[in-house]
Protein backbone atom coordinates (compact mmCIF):
# COMPACT_ATOMS: atom_id res chain seq x y z
CA UNK A 1 0.00 0.00 0.00
CA UNK A 2 0.89 3.43 -0.85
CA UNK A 3 1.43 5.61 2.35
CA UNK A 4 2.54 9.19 2.29
CA UNK A 5 3.68 11.15 5.39
CA UNK A 6 4.73 14.59 5.10
CA UNK A 7 7.48 16.30 8.15
CA UNK A 8 8.44 19.93 8.83
CA UNK A 9 7.80 23.12 11.41
CA UNK A 10 4.02 23.67 12.30
CA UNK A 11 5.33 27.32 12.67
CA UNK A 12 6.74 29.18 10.55
CA UNK A 13 7.56 33.16 10.76
CA UNK A 14 6.42 35.57 8.57
CA UNK A 15 9.14 36.73 5.80
CA UNK A 16 10.72 33.75 6.15
CA UNK A 17 10.57 30.09 4.07
CA UNK A 18 8.52 27.37 4.64
CA UNK A 19 10.33 23.56 4.19
CA UNK A 20 8.32 20.73 3.90
CA UNK A 21 9.52 16.91 3.43
CA UNK A 22 7.21 13.85 2.10
CA UNK A 23 8.52 10.95 2.76
CA UNK A 24 7.49 7.85 0.49
CA UNK A 25 6.56 4.55 0.70
CA UNK A 26 4.95 1.37 -1.03
CA UNK A 27 5.96 2.64 -3.88
CA UNK A 28 9.82 4.19 -5.42
CA UNK A 29 9.57 7.75 -6.33
CA UNK A 30 11.29 6.65 -9.63
CA UNK A 31 8.40 4.79 -10.99
CA UNK A 32 6.13 6.78 -13.44
CA UNK A 33 4.03 9.06 -11.29
CA UNK A 34 4.12 12.46 -10.36
CA UNK A 35 4.16 13.94 -7.14
CA UNK A 36 2.53 16.95 -5.69
CA UNK A 37 1.79 19.09 -2.51
CA UNK A 38 -1.76 21.08 -2.22
CA UNK A 39 -2.75 23.05 0.27
CA UNK A 40 -5.84 24.01 2.38
CA UNK A 41 -6.35 27.12 4.33
CA UNK A 42 -8.75 26.68 7.26
CA UNK A 43 -12.21 26.64 6.01
CA UNK A 44 -11.61 27.17 2.26
CA UNK A 45 -10.42 24.82 -0.40
CA UNK A 46 -7.76 23.29 -1.90
CA UNK A 47 -5.25 24.95 -3.65
CA UNK A 48 -2.71 23.15 -5.77
CA UNK A 49 0.84 24.16 -5.59
CA UNK A 50 3.08 22.20 -7.35
CA UNK A 51 4.00 18.77 -8.88
CA UNK A 52 7.12 17.18 -9.75
CA UNK A 53 8.86 14.24 -11.82
CA UNK A 54 11.72 12.44 -10.30
CA UNK A 55 13.85 13.29 -13.19
CA UNK A 56 13.67 17.47 -12.36
CA UNK A 57 10.82 18.05 -14.06
CA UNK A 58 8.52 20.44 -12.39
CA UNK A 59 5.19 22.35 -13.00
CA UNK A 60 4.10 25.13 -10.28
CA UNK A 61 0.82 27.08 -9.51
CA UNK A 62 1.23 30.11 -11.68
CA UNK A 63 0.33 32.40 -8.31
CA UNK A 64 2.95 31.11 -6.37
CA UNK A 65 5.81 30.38 -8.90
CA UNK A 66 7.88 33.02 -7.64
CA UNK A 67 7.99 31.36 -4.47
CA UNK A 68 8.03 28.14 -4.60
CA UNK A 69 10.97 25.39 -5.03
CA UNK A 70 10.40 21.50 -5.38
CA UNK A 71 12.98 18.79 -5.22
CA UNK A 72 13.27 15.19 -5.25
CA UNK A 73 15.49 13.15 -3.23
CA UNK A 74 15.85 9.52 -4.65
CA UNK A 75 18.23 8.20 -1.87
CA UNK A 76 15.37 8.95 0.43
CA UNK A 77 12.66 8.21 -1.09
CA UNK A 78 11.08 11.83 -0.53
CA UNK A 79 10.36 15.20 -2.04
CA UNK A 80 10.27 18.52 -0.63
CA UNK A 81 8.88 21.76 -0.64
CA UNK A 82 9.80 25.08 -0.23
CA UNK A 83 7.94 28.12 -0.10
CA UNK A 84 9.57 31.31 0.00
CA UNK A 85 8.46 34.73 2.06
CA UNK A 86 5.65 33.35 3.83
CA UNK A 87 2.65 35.58 5.05
CA UNK A 88 -0.32 34.84 6.99
CA UNK A 89 -2.46 33.84 4.10
CA UNK A 90 0.03 30.85 3.69
CA UNK A 91 -1.66 29.11 6.88
CA UNK A 92 -2.88 25.58 6.01
CA UNK A 93 -2.83 22.15 5.88
CA UNK A 94 0.03 21.18 3.39
CA UNK A 95 -0.83 17.25 1.56
CA UNK A 96 1.74 15.61 -0.27
CA UNK A 97 0.19 13.48 -2.72
CA UNK A 98 0.96 11.62 -5.87
CA UNK A 99 -0.54 11.42 -9.19
CA UNK A 100 -0.85 9.90 -12.43
CA UNK A 101 1.76 10.38 -15.20
CA UNK A 102 1.00 12.05 -18.53
CA UNK A 103 4.10 13.00 -20.67
CA UNK A 104 3.04 16.58 -21.06
CA UNK A 105 1.70 17.99 -18.27
CA UNK A 106 0.13 16.80 -14.85
CA UNK A 107 -3.63 16.71 -15.69
CA UNK A 108 -3.87 13.62 -14.04
CA UNK A 109 -5.83 12.53 -10.92
CA UNK A 110 -4.31 12.54 -7.29
CA UNK A 111 -4.91 9.15 -5.99
CA UNK A 112 -2.70 8.63 -2.65
CA UNK A 113 -2.99 11.67 -0.46
CA UNK A 114 -0.42 12.25 3.11
CA UNK A 115 -2.85 12.90 6.23
CA UNK A 116 -1.78 16.41 5.76
CA UNK A 117 0.34 18.99 7.98
CA UNK A 118 -0.87 21.88 9.83
CA UNK A 119 1.57 24.62 8.83
CA UNK A 120 0.91 28.68 10.49
CA UNK A 121 2.90 31.25 9.99
CA UNK A 122 2.84 33.94 12.90
CA UNK A 123 4.81 36.12 14.77
CA UNK B 1 -13.92 32.89 -7.85
CA UNK B 2 -12.94 29.25 -8.56
CA UNK B 3 -12.17 28.55 -11.69
CA UNK B 4 -14.27 25.55 -11.47
CA UNK B 5 -17.04 26.91 -9.63
CA UNK B 6 -19.36 24.51 -7.69
CA UNK B 7 -22.11 24.84 -5.67
CA UNK B 8 -21.34 25.67 -2.23
CA UNK B 9 -24.14 22.88 -0.70
CA UNK B 10 -26.70 20.63 -1.46
CA UNK B 11 -28.51 18.12 0.82
CA UNK B 12 -30.80 15.49 1.14
CA UNK B 13 -32.73 12.77 3.05
CA UNK B 14 -30.83 9.37 3.75
CA UNK B 15 -31.40 7.17 0.48
CA UNK B 16 -32.46 10.06 -2.16
CA UNK B 17 -30.09 11.14 -4.89
CA UNK B 18 -27.89 14.48 -4.82
CA UNK B 19 -26.26 15.39 -7.66
CA UNK B 20 -22.79 18.17 -7.44
CA UNK B 21 -22.27 20.50 -10.73
CA UNK B 22 -18.87 21.53 -11.82
CA UNK B 23 -18.97 24.56 -14.79
CA UNK B 24 -15.91 24.74 -16.88
CA UNK B 25 -14.65 26.77 -19.75
CA UNK B 26 -12.84 26.04 -22.89
CA UNK B 27 -9.79 26.21 -21.02
CA UNK B 28 -10.30 23.59 -18.51
CA UNK B 29 -12.63 20.38 -19.18
CA UNK B 30 -14.42 21.74 -22.61
CA UNK B 31 -10.68 21.44 -23.90
CA UNK B 32 -11.08 17.66 -22.95
CA UNK B 33 -9.01 17.97 -19.51
CA UNK B 34 -10.48 15.25 -17.29
CA UNK B 35 -11.99 15.87 -13.91
CA UNK B 36 -11.65 14.04 -11.13
CA UNK B 37 -13.67 14.34 -7.58
CA UNK B 38 -12.79 14.04 -4.39
CA UNK B 39 -14.82 13.52 -0.95
CA UNK B 40 -12.88 15.59 2.39
CA UNK B 41 -14.20 14.43 5.59
CA UNK B 42 -13.14 16.65 8.63
CA UNK B 43 -9.49 15.49 9.89
CA UNK B 44 -8.54 13.32 6.89
CA UNK B 45 -6.98 13.40 3.86
CA UNK B 46 -9.09 14.09 0.66
CA UNK B 47 -10.22 10.45 -1.17
CA UNK B 48 -10.04 9.81 -5.00
CA UNK B 49 -13.66 9.13 -5.33
CA UNK B 50 -13.92 9.70 -9.45
CA UNK B 51 -10.49 9.51 -11.92
CA UNK B 52 -10.92 10.23 -15.74
CA UNK B 53 -14.78 11.99 -15.76
CA UNK B 54 -16.26 8.24 -14.77
CA UNK B 55 -14.07 5.56 -13.07
CA UNK B 56 -13.97 4.45 -9.54
CA UNK B 57 -11.07 3.41 -7.91
CA UNK B 58 -11.20 0.17 -5.88
CA UNK B 59 -13.05 0.19 -3.22
CA UNK B 60 -15.58 3.39 -3.94
CA UNK B 61 -18.77 2.21 -3.90
CA UNK B 62 -21.10 2.55 -7.15
CA UNK B 63 -23.28 5.01 -5.45
CA UNK B 64 -20.85 7.55 -6.82
CA UNK B 65 -20.90 7.93 -10.40
CA UNK B 66 -19.47 11.08 -12.89
CA UNK B 67 -20.03 12.61 -15.76
CA UNK B 68 -18.97 14.85 -17.88
CA UNK B 69 -20.68 16.87 -20.99
CA UNK B 70 -19.18 20.02 -22.78
CA UNK B 71 -17.74 22.45 -20.59
CA UNK B 72 -18.96 21.09 -17.02
CA UNK B 73 -19.14 17.75 -15.03
CA UNK B 74 -21.30 16.52 -12.30
CA UNK B 75 -20.64 13.93 -9.54
CA UNK B 76 -24.01 11.86 -8.46
CA UNK B 77 -24.55 10.37 -5.35
CA UNK B 78 -27.46 7.71 -5.14
CA UNK B 79 -28.59 5.90 -1.98
CA UNK B 80 -27.07 9.17 0.20
CA UNK B 81 -25.87 7.58 3.18
CA UNK B 82 -25.52 9.73 7.07
CA UNK B 83 -21.70 8.65 5.81
CA UNK B 84 -21.62 10.67 2.61
CA UNK B 85 -22.11 14.15 4.72
CA UNK B 86 -18.51 15.87 3.37
CA UNK B 87 -17.18 17.98 1.33
CA UNK B 88 -16.24 17.26 -2.63
CA UNK B 89 -13.93 18.94 -4.97
CA UNK B 90 -14.05 18.27 -8.68
CA UNK B 91 -10.25 18.99 -10.09
CA UNK B 92 -8.85 19.54 -13.66
CA UNK B 93 -6.50 21.05 -15.64
CA UNK B 94 -6.54 24.32 -17.00
CA UNK B 95 -4.28 25.69 -19.93
CA UNK B 96 -4.48 29.29 -19.93
CA UNK B 97 -1.93 31.40 -18.85
CA UNK B 98 1.06 28.81 -18.38
CA UNK B 99 -1.04 25.96 -17.16
CA UNK B 100 -2.21 24.91 -13.73
CA UNK B 101 -4.21 21.91 -11.75
CA UNK B 102 -7.50 23.30 -11.04
CA UNK B 103 -9.61 22.91 -8.04
CA UNK B 104 -13.40 23.54 -7.72
CA UNK B 105 -14.18 25.42 -5.23
CA UNK B 106 -15.96 22.55 -2.79
CA UNK B 107 -19.92 21.84 -1.83
CA UNK B 108 -20.54 20.71 1.18
CA UNK B 109 -23.05 17.72 1.08
CA UNK B 110 -25.73 17.37 4.01
CA UNK B 111 -27.21 14.34 4.81
CA UNK B 112 -30.63 16.16 6.03
Known amino acids: QVQLQESGPGLVQPSETLSLTCAVS?????????WGWIRQPPGKGLEWIGT???????FYNPSLKSRVTMSVDTSWNSFSLKLASVTAADTAVYFC????????????????WGQGTMVTVSS | QSVLPQPPSVSGAPGQRVTISCSGSSSNIGAGYDVNWYQDLPGTAPRLLIYQNYNRPSGVPDRFSGSKSGTSASLAISGLQAEDEADYYCQSYDNSLSGSVVFGGGTKVTVL
Open chain 1, 97 to 112: ARSTYYYDKPRGAFDF
Open chain 1, 52 to 58: IYHRGTT
Open chain 1, 26 to 34: GSSITNTYY
